[in-house]
């Protein structure tokens, strides 16, 4: 069944104006077009343009989407990848809803958030327990990590290590937005803060380590969504800046 870019508009909400610019730029083109200069749609276009509108949820850029979905790779691997990065955009949302209920009922009755609170992530063991359930079986499924047995979680500890992650990770995306050079003065010094805040913590890095790790990511689908999922480039990026890191660290290492 072929379908006239107006029924394909009705169907998926998209605008004849977006469809027509679509088709100009070659991410979306018509199965056919029609003798009486008609744009003819079939299945496997709507499916394309469900991944199209998948991508445009997590705001990447058209020419981004086009280029990912120019790589020879089956839709269910694509849309694998697609509901990984949108799981993650959904618990940073829940995480950043809840504090913000909480700062709202706070103000609500006279009583602002303070300092950690302003940042809080989850509340309580079982909803970090929850928070890395997913994780832990995708490790544990695809590279056969064993998963201990349910160990006591420190709440106030685990919520200053994601503050400090996410203060982390944001720096680098608003680095990458204002093309900062991941060779820059400033970025090799945000790492060296982390792997510091890392140490403090009980998770020791060497700048090595770190390069590894990023590299890591880069390379699995689940990490890298969750990065890209914040900003597209970022798993590249913190990559670039990681191996920079590693090649010439501070003199004063992590002992900052």
Same mark, same amino acid.
């Given at each position: 069944?072929?379908?006239?870019?107006?029924?394909? +508009?009705?169907?998926?909400?998209?605008t004849?104006?977006?469809? $027509? $610019?679509?088709?100009?730029?070659?991410?979306?083109?018509?199965? /056919?077009?029609?003798?009486?200069?008609?744009?003819?749609y079939g299945?496997?276009?709507?499916?394309?343009?469900? !991944?199209?509108l998948?991508?445009?949820?997590? /705001?990447l850029? &058209?020419?981004?989407? =086009?280029s990912? &979905?120019?790589?020879?790779r089956?839709?269910? #691997?694509?849309?694998?990848e =697609?509901? @990984?990065?949108?799981?993650?955009?959904?618990?940073?949302? #829940?995480?950043?809803? %809840?504090?913000? !209920?909480? +700062?709202?009922d706070?103000?609500?009755?006279? /009583? /602002? &958030?303070r300092?950690?609170?302003?940042?809080?992530?989850?509340? #309580?063991?079982?909803?970090?327990r @929850?928070?890395? %359930?997913?994780?832990? *079986?995708?490790? +544990?499924?695809?590279?056969?990590?064993?998963?201990?047995?349910?160990?006591?979680?420190?709440?106030? !500890? &685990?919520? *200053? =290590?994601?503050?400090e992650?996410?203060e982390f990770?944001?720096?680098?995306? @608003?680095?990458?937005?204002?093309?900062?050079?991941?060779?820059?003065?400033?970025? =090799?010094q945000?790492?060296?803060?982390?792997?510091a805040?890392m140490?403090?913590?009980? $998770?020791?890095?060497?700048?090595?380590?770190?390069?590894? %790790?990023?590299?890591?990511?880069?390379?699995?689908?689940? $990490?890298?969504?969750?990065?890209?999922? %914040?900003?597209?480039?970022?798993?590249y990026?913190?990559?670039?800046?990681a191996?920079?890191?590693?090649?010439?660290p501070? *003199?004063a290492?992590?002992?900052?």
């Amino acid at each position: 069944m072929l379908y006239t870019v107006k029924e394909v +508009s009705d169907l998926s909400g998209v605008t004849i104006k977006t469809l $027509h $610019h679509y088709h100009k730029i070659g991410l979306l083109k018509p199965q /056919e077009i029609s003798e009486a200069g008609y744009r003819l749609y079939g299945e496997r276009e709507l499916e394309r343009l469900q !991944e199209i509108l998948f991508y445009r949820e997590l /705001e990447l850029p &058209l020419a981004h989407i =086009q280029s990912l &979905l120019e790589e020879e790779r089956k839709r269910g #691997d694509i849309l694998a990848e =697609q509901r @990984e990065m949108l799981r993650s955009r959904q618990r940073r949302l #829940d995480s950043i809803l %809840q504090t913000l !209920e909480k +700062s709202l009922d706070g103000a609500a009755a006279g /009583e /602002e &958030l303070r300092g950690k609170e302003l940042f809080v992530g989850f509340t #309580d063991e079982a909803e970090w327990r @929850e928070a890395l %359930q997913e994780q832990e *079986e995708y490790l +544990s499924q695809t590279y056969g990590v064993e998963i201990p047995g349910p160990q006591p979680i420190d709440v106030p !500890e &685990l919520n *200053e =290590q994601a503050k400090e992650a996410m203060e982390f990770t944001s720096k680098l995306v @608003e680095a990458l937005r204002s093309g900062i050079s991941h060779q820059d003065e400033g970025i =090799q010094q945000i790492i060296k803060d982390h792997l510091a805040f890392m140490t403090k913590h009980g $998770h020791p890095a060497t700048p090595a380590d770190f390069a590894a %790790q990023a590299r890591f990511f880069l390379s699995d689908e689940f $990490h890298r969504a969750m990065l890209e999922g %914040q900003q597209t480039g970022l798993a590249y990026f913190l990559l670039a800046a990681a191996e920079a890191y590693a090649a010439n660290p501070p *003199e004063a290492g992590l002992n900052r």
